[in-house]
């Protein structure tokens, strides 16, 4: 709406703030010639520019309106005029307007008016634009076609065209003249938002009136009914143009081309583009980019190239438009040397396209191509043309320097992204195929604390992806850092992402590399609770490092949550865990374990045990451990009964000895008496002679049941 503006900020010459300062030193007769310490001596602020910064930097009070009182001591038309226009925001511009007129400081003319209506136009302050401009008339202001025609824009701009349209209606009732700039207003508000018949009512009301159409209706009308698709309209309105003998210029044309290139009808397009050269109307870079755009979406890239090479030979420079039309269908059609080429010339002429999704097309284009050069070749280019490089357009590079194995140069594209923390800001982000390469490439050759570092940044923007987290536990495992690995597996759990049981069993693998059993326990806990199956080798390791570092107690608990997971291996490492618990006195927990063994169906050695302890002196680990035999009728040898019977007489543990004597006999288990005589001379010894009684009487009757049976068996053999 500018050019419906008649009235546009003044240059005007500086406006001193000297007089606002003190005039009293002897040393300075002219106290207006006196600069300001604050400020530069070569350039005194404006007054103008004085206010705009006080009431944006300070609340609206009458302290400020004071202030400023002290500062102007009248305001003038140039003053009022500029202050409006310099103020930082609407609001700030409209509290000044009425802040002058109602303190009588200030009439507020037809400029002024304009200058509040349209800079409250622009922030959609619409009710108070429409009011200011309502109330023209009761200050004495008379209305003029182009204030009406800026509130109809405005309301347009912001899509109230209901509001537009009554406006436009309210001309006419207030006795406001309405020329063709007013239906001009209207139609390009209208068309916009597809109301193309009240367009075409509103355009024959404008004929009836006697008003004439210019170049710039037509266009308009014919632009508005392409966007509604109403392609024959378009075409009736052009043919009624000419037949007016109202000259289509090159904008007309250019509207004419582009609406068939939205209906995709380029051959239509193609006549109009030669109509306008045949009737000397020369195309500018505007019809050549929109007949590109036009070939570009039907896939006729040979020919947009085409177009493109005639419009530099007529000496038309292509603009950012141009360029930016262009090089998305060169990508598409695959033609990335001449991409590449168009893309140099940009560079050269410094213009960056208004579109900077384009660079990854290109980035990723000449990546398919093969051309890794040329695509990096890109990135650089964005910088040379200030063009913001984002995570994804580097991710894209990275992603395809790790497939290429070129990993040194993927290496020093990823410093650069982590350096600059370009990740944190970009709007296009890495994708996982990038990022889970470049940190497997790390992990796996000794640069995981890198791959860290690149994955706290994504972490940062809300990534969780569970291969980057799994792979990062296993590179810290396999380079000894096994600490760094299992807070990783703390973030996951907190975050609630899953790992996988590889992660898991190099950590495990890890800490017994370093000689940390006990760590390694904590490990594979963990691994449990997060559903994994550590396997019986990961099993055995674990217990061996805690046998190895003396934590028998560990090492059982670890042998007894394997077989409760069913792996019934390795009986050798279980007897040595069993051994060391009853040697230490752990009996308790030992048989524990040797009852989860046999409802696991698995047979411990209980006679070396017992042989064991007995060698050892253990002689009350071997007497429970032989009476837990004994009450689940384990097999156990006889040789055993008598050894542990000599341990007990021999340590002088009689009575013991006899308790557990007269299981065995009750079992059967005794044959040779011999220990046995033994036993009843220490306990007669001792003057427990009622027991020595006792267990002679139960020899004497064991013989005789023994004899009994004898010649029952001979008389049957001999029979």
């Not at 109330?135 to 009406?148: F, I, Q, S, T």
């Not at 001449?338 to 384009?358: G, Q, T």
């Not at 990546?367 to 070749?377: M, R, T």
């Not at 451990?625 to 097999?635: A, V």
């Amino acid at each position: 709406m500018a050019s419906l503006c008649r009235f546009k900020p003044k240059k005007l010459s500086p406006r001193s703030t000297s007089f606002f300062y003190s005039s009293e030193s002897p040393n300075n007769p002219d106290p207006r010639t006196r600069i300001p310490t604050t400020h530069n001596p070569k350039t005194p602020e404006k007054v103008e520019d004085l206010i705009c910064r006080m009431m944006s930097t300070r609340v609206w009070t009458t302290r400020l309106q004071n202030s400023i009182r002290n500062l102007v001591p009248s305001f003038d038309h140039e003053l009022v005029y500029n202050v409006l226009h310099n103020a930082k925001n609407s609001e700030h511009a409209l509290q000044f307007f009425r802040w002058v007129e109602r303190s009588g400081l200030f009439r507020h003319d037809r400029e002024t008016h304009f200058k509040i209506i349209q800079i409250l136009g622009r922030s959609e302050k619409l009710n108070h634009a429409r009011c200011i401009l309502l109330d023209m008339p009761n200050k004495g202001v008379d209305w003029d076609e182009d204030l009406w025609v800026l509130m109809i824009d405005s309301y347009g701009k912001a899509g109230i065209v209901q509001e537009s349209v009554k406006l436009f209606q309210k001309m006419e009732e207030l006795g406001v003249e309405r020329t063709v700039k007013s239906y001009n207003a209207l139609f390009n508000v209208i068309t916009r938002r597809g109301r193309y018949m009240m367009a075409k009512r509103y355009f024959n009301k404008m004929v009836n009136e006697g008003i004439e159409p210019t170049t710039h209706t037509y266009n308009l009308l014919i632009w508005g009914f392409f966007l509604s698709s109403k392609l024959d309209t378009a075409i009736r309105f052009f043919e009624a143009m000419k037949s007016r003998e109202i000259n289509p210029d090159v904008v007309t044309y250019n509207t004419m081309i582009n609406g068939y290139n939205r209906a995709k009808k380029i051959e239509e397009a193609e006549k109009y583009f030669v109509e306008m050269k045949a009737r000397n109307i020369e195309p500018n870079v505007i019809s050549y980019t929109t007949l590109i755009k036009g070939y570009s979406l039907v896939g006729r890239v040979d020919d947009a190239l085409r177009l493109f090479e005639e419009m530099k030979s007529f000496g038309i420079k292509p603009n950012a438009i141009t360029y930016s039309t262009l090089l998305p269908s060169l990508c598409e059609g695959r033609k990335m040397s001449e991409a590449r080429m168009i893309l140099k010339e940009m560079e050269e002429k410094y213009i960056a396209p208004k579109d900077n999704s384009l660079f990854i097309r290109l980035i990723s284009g000449q990546c398919e191509a093969g051309d890794l050069d040329a695509a990096a070749d890109v990135l650089k280019a964005m910088i040379r043309l200030s063009v913001p490089t984002e995570a994804g357009h580097y991710g894209v590079l990275i992603e395809n320097f790790c497939k290429a194995g070129v990993y040194d140069r993927a290496v020093k594209l990823l410093d650069k992204l982590i350096e600059k923390e370009i990740i944190l800001s970009s709007s296009l982000p890495m994708e996982p195929s990038a990022y889970n390469l470049i940190i497997d490439y790390l992990c796996n050759n000794g640069q995981t604390s890198k791959a860290e570092t690149l994955f706290r940044q994504l972490m940062k923007i809300g990534i969780q992806d569970p291969v980057a987290f799994n792979n990062l536990v296993c590179g810290h495992s396999r380079e000894e850092a096994p600490d760094s690995a299992f807070e990783i597996l703390k973030i996951m759990g907190r975050r609630k992402v899953l790992s996988d049981g590889i992660a898991h069993k190099s950590l495990v693998e890890s800490y017994l590399k370093k000689g940390e059993p006990a760590d390694a326990k904590a490990a594979l806990d963990n691994m449990l609770e997060q559903g994994h199956e550590p396997d019986s080798l990961l099993y055995r390791s674990v217990m061996e490092s805690l046998m190895g570092d003396g934590r028998v107690q560990t090492a059982s608990r670890v042998m007894k949550i394997m077989l409760e997971k069913g792996v019934k291996e390795h009986m050798d490492l279980i007897s040595t865990i069993l051994e060391a618990l009853l040697m230490r006195g752990h009996v308790e927990e030992g048989l524990g374990r040797i009852e989860l063994l046999l409802h696991s169906g698995l047979s411990p050695d209980i006679d070396g045990l017992l042989s064991a302890l007995c060698d050892k002196g253990k002689t009350a680990a071997a007497l429970k451990l032989l009476d837990f035999g004994l009450e689940r009728d384990c097999t156990i040898d006889f040789s055993s009964y008598d050894k542990v019977l000599d341990s007990l007489v021999a340590a002088g543990k009689t009575l013991n000895a006899y308790s557990m004597l007269c299981k065995m006999m009750e079992k059967g288990g005794v044959k040779d008496h011999k220990s046995c005589e033994e036993l009843i001379k220490s306990l007669n010894q001792e003057g427990n002679t009622k027991q020595a009684d006792i267990l002679r009487r139960m020899i004497i009757g064991k013989d005789t049941t023994l004899d009994s049976k004898k010649a029952k068996k001979k008389t049957a053999v001999a029979t």
